[in-house]
């Protein structure tokens, strides 16, 4: 099976640089697939789950990312996220807290950039409870 190369790059650390046989990311639109030889894009990255399938042992990888982007150029990609956490990493207590402040903070009035800083926090929260329940091989 083809393979190109996947970079992801979280603000405080790289997460994952290697051979990558598939990729799926979450986008507005989406969950969004990439493979060998997909032609040059460049597209926003939500909160969400990424799965990828490394080329080694052919099974998914799981990841919980924040916002960001994706480059896919000359047959590699590029993902540029605020935070990126394994399964293993996240705390789930901790997510689920952090998802009902967040959800608190919504019902409140306030203005708009508090709101939008509150649906982001909630829209991460709801990333990392999903993703934590993934098997992951990391």
């Known amino acids: 099976m083809n393979s190109f190369h996947l970079c992801i790059l979280a603000a405080d650390k ?3 640089d290697g051979e990558c046989v598939s990729l ?5 639109d989406g969950i969004y697939g990439i493979q060998a ?4 894009i460049i597209a926003a990255i939500v909160a969400g789950t990424v799965s990828f399938k490394i080329k080694e042992n052919d099974e998914f990888e799981f990841a919980a990312v924040s916002q960001g982007i994706m480059k896919v150029e000359s047959g590699e990609v590029l993902l540029l996220v ?3 956490e394994r399964p293993e990493e996240i ?3 901790r997510a689920k807290q ?3 402040e967040a959800r608190e903070e919504i019902l409140k009035k306030q ?3 508090e709101y939008r800083d509150a649906e982001a926090r909630l829209a ?3 990333s990392r409870i999903k993703t934590k329940g993934k098997t992951a091989r990391f």
């Open 24 to 28: 799926c990311i979450p986008t507005d």
């Open 98 to 100: 952090d998802a009902i």
């Open 37 to 40: 030889n997909h032609h040059n």
């Open 91 to 93: 705390d789930e207590n």
């Open 14 to 16: 790289p997460f994952y």
């Open 124 to 126: 991460r929260a709801l």
């Open 82 to 84: 605020d935070t990126a």
């Open 111 to 113: 203005s708009i950039a």
